[in-house]
């Protein structure tokens, strides 16, 4: 019998090459968006996933900070940014983030994870207050902070290089990055859709920075608007070379689009099966990149259980008060205790992890704090 189910003729030459290692490249890409072997795929990328983490899925005990929604950018997807006197804009001030922080100070929170808007009003002094402020509340803590759109802007009003930046905001604090900003690598989508916004060659450029300067950190890919399957390939494979180069890339992120209240609302939600597929693609074609992540924000939390098996091995984490998604519409819970996150995982047959900012096991005597 053939373990990998498959049904389209296609997906057999695919098979054969990860059967024997062989790296996938972009026809394979195209082909496995373009079959619709759903389940094929799926066990094409569980095999994957398997041979790498057995049945171990990882999550993390997280808490958001989105320090300011003002942004000059105006990314027609975003739903989540304002102009500075609009209804609905609001900067903390470094109380409060100290507050948001002393709120859930009882819980076992290992990683703070804090992203932002471009808001021109703030200095560069602000950004290193932050993170001091969040290491003298939480020192054990681990910041996971600033997409690569942040540090560009924080170079360029410190007026110092990208390296001497992200130094500084090391020295501060800064433990690794997230994988936002990336959206979808290419001139076509950028143009349309984030033309202010950094381009593919900065992102990457910085991105490439952080990881000489030792920095991990994520990428993600923003899929469901105007990209091209051919597009989404040509990111993944982007984001490979990267990795092959610097391997300072950790997890990818797949980041389902939600178009409420964003000036693409007419655009319809993502699919369940496209959710599916590109977790399972991701899996595949980034053959050098240790974790997929099915973010349970986005694709909610029945989809994400099911990602499991379709080559993710680990949900994100417990975040309370998800704003980004939760302003364009996800209906997702706006937090999970690590019971709920556990018992997901247990639910779908895999052994639940929870892991650091870095992937070490976490003594798991510490989550029953957190029981709701
Ligand atoms: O770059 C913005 C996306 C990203 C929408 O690294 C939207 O661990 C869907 O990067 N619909 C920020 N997505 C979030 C992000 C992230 C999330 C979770 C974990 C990690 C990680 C990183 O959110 C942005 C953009 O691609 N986004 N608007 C929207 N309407
Ligand atoms: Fe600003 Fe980020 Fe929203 Fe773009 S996605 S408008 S950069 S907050």
Known sequence: ???FLLKDNNLFKIKDKILSGERLNADDGNALFQSHDLV?????ADFTRRRRHGKTSFYVYNQHINYTNVCVNKCRFCAFSREAEEAGAFTMTIDDVRQKLLERIDEPITEIHMVGGINPSLPFEYYVDLLHCIKSVRADSTIKAFTAVEIDHLSSISGMSIKETISVLRDAGLGMMPGGGAEILGN???SSLFPRKINSTRWLSIMRQVHQTG???NATMLYGHIETTEERVNHLMQLRSLQDETHGFSAFIPLAFHSKNTSLSNLPATTAYDDLKNIAVARLVLDNFEHIK????M???KLAQIGLSFGADDLDGTLIEEKISHMAGATSSKGLSSRQIEAMI???GYIPVQRDSFYNPINQKNHIHNES
């Open 188 to 190: 076509r989508v950028q």
């Open 215 to 217: 920095l991990t950190s």
């Open 40 to 44: 094929g795929i799926g066990s094409l």
């Open 294 to 297: 099915a973010y349970w924000v």
């Open 299 to 301: 694709i909610g939390e």
């Open 346 to 348: 247990l639910d779908a």
């Open 1 to 3: 019998m053939d373990a």
